[in-house]
């Protein structure tokens, strides 16, 4: 059997070989001069392939001079063809993968074949690398056939240490058994102790082959936030196999590469200056979670200004141990998000508005409700302050800190001392909480009059006594998610108003996909910022991101609602839309860099959308020309403060 695979590799080793079996398949049969024609060689290279393919039975001669294949060769030219539809492409050089368990080992031999045959590794070293895989394999595996996958990850470790592969190899994660890999990918390699030498000598190589081919990056078109997606054998089974063999192999050594890689990527691909604080979406089993909160701790590094998403369920919140692990990342600066999805967490499912990336802060918690998926919205179960209840029965050591003395004084005054007392929370968090804890989306839908009643009511109280709290240079931000219907009526009440600046974010999803390029044309994102003026005192800045055009009309109705309620409004701005040269779409107008493409062959112009602006503006100008003209306070809350 092993002579047998030697002998197929020596013959198909050469390009022009095969080359001639492929003729020779699709052709049936061909003259000398036929075949000299086709392949555009010289006829004693020719003639020197032909003896070797006769010697090997692999091609005949019948009386007439004709060249054919015989059985043997119709079986090397099946197997030809069957390299080729897996076969390393010259341009990407991708390995494609699929789950096919239980095939014989010779079936995976394409992939030898395919990639040795078209590089230039001189001929020796061919034989020498095509041994050393096999052998590798056979020593591998207690049986004769192997998972795709474990044989691909051997080919890589030998083409790596023979300095082969110098280009990247992207490894096709769709296609990968996650539930399997660890079983049946990891655990029979390294019961090698040649390969295991080899990869404890090549540890950092193979762990940025893993990061790169097991990791994926995104970037959010809603959100403008980075994502990096760690599956739940990166860390975990790699960090495990390490300490197997007997390498302590800490998690930091991991998280540097991890963070390494990273800043590799984004200078890459040139969108650093746009990106918001870095994001790891930790799409991690329950069980898992414990484990990998204690390897950050241990590893006693700080990914400063990075945000941790995690989905969570009832499990998580009665695990007393875990709520200790997150006081303590809170303690060390990490920012953490909880959300409750029970699919896998993608950037076309989750949605983080801007408030998050903005206020973000040193140790900041935020519980964000609702998760708004494509025309499904979900209701979330676990209420934040039940959540909050727990992290305060068993926090550890939380620093006193001013931002802790301003939310104990804003949270004694709101009745809500008992969940929130020292324990240390963002005001981005505790608004998120406290308005989450108010409703839920479901709920929104449901009953809309009385919905606005509570909302309005709870709201005025807050944001009320929050004022007094807060500093002139922090903001603090009220999210409120689709409130088209009832947008007028929150901006009609004047109590409201009156009482506090009011910074209201409002996202309407199209049902369109971002993924889908003809749908782009009808994402047009707009921003528009006007400044309202109430009896000669400046009101409220409103700021919307509106994706529809049918959005614009309710921009329309808004300003005729402002104008007839008494309110001047003095300040329009209207922001359109880039359009990337290359691929066609719609991109924001602060970006240099298509999130799709990576082109930098943008418009410069800005293509404004909005065209609905009421007649009865008053002196309607740029925001900048009236920051110019009129300095403006330096925060929302000090305009508050003035009216009141």
Known sequence: MKDERTAIFKTLSHKI???????????????????????????????????????????????????????????????INYIE????SEKEKTILTKNMYGIHLDTYLKNIFSYLISSNVKKHLKRNIYSEIIESIYRASDEDYLDENQI????????????????????????????SFYKNLVYPIYRDDRLLQYFLYKRREILKFVANNFITYSLNPNSGIYSLHLYNFNIMNFNEILKKTRNVGELSFVLKEMKEITDNFIEKIHIAENLKPLTFVLDLENQLIEKFFKQII?????????????????????????????????????????TRSKSTITEKHIVIPDFQRDTLSFGSLIYILPIIFQNNPRRIDIDPLDFMKLALEHSLDIVETDLLKKAKETLRALHLTDVYESFQVSY???????????????????????QIVVLRDKCKSFFNEASKYIGEEENLYFTY?????????????????????????VNNFSPFSFNNRASLKYQHHLETSFQADMGNKAISIVEFRVRTRLSAFLLEDIFRYAIKSGSNVFTVTVIGLKMCLHCGSYIYHYETVCPKCFSHDVSDLVRPVLKYVPSRLVDPFSLEEYRMRKPAPTSLFAQAQKIT
């Open 298 to 338: 241990d590893s006693n590094i700080v990914l400063n200004n990075t945000l941790f998403i995690l989905k969570i369920d009832e499990n998580i919140l009665k695990n007393k141990e875990i709520i200790k692990l997150l006081s303590t990342l809170l303690n060390r600066g990490y920012n953490i998000l909880f």
């Open 152 to 179: 691909l990850l051997i080919i890589l470790f030998i083409l790596e240490k023979y300095n082969i592969l110098k280009e990247k190899i992207n490894y096709n994660i769709e296609l990968i058994n996650y539930d």
């Open 17 to 79: 070989r095969v080359e001639i079996i492929h003729l020779l398949g699709r052709e049936n049969k061909l003259f000398f001069k036929e075949i000299l024609t086709r392949l555009n060689t010289t006829s004693e290279k020719l003639s020197f392939h032909l003896k070797r393919l006769r010697e090997e039975g692999i091609i005949d001669q019948d009386t007439d001079g004709y060249y054919y294949l015989t059985a043997k060769g119709i079986s090397y030219y099946n197997l």
């Open 428 to 450: 981005a968090g505790f608004e998120a909480a406290l308005l989450n804890s108010i409703s839920s989306y479901r709920e929104l839908i449901r009953d809309p009059k009385q």
């Open 85 to 88: 539809q897996f076969i390393f």
């Open 481 to 505: 998610i689709n409130p088209y219907h009832h947008l007028n009526k929150l901006l009609g009440e004047d109590t409201l108003l009156k009482q506090t600046a009011l910074y209201l974010h």
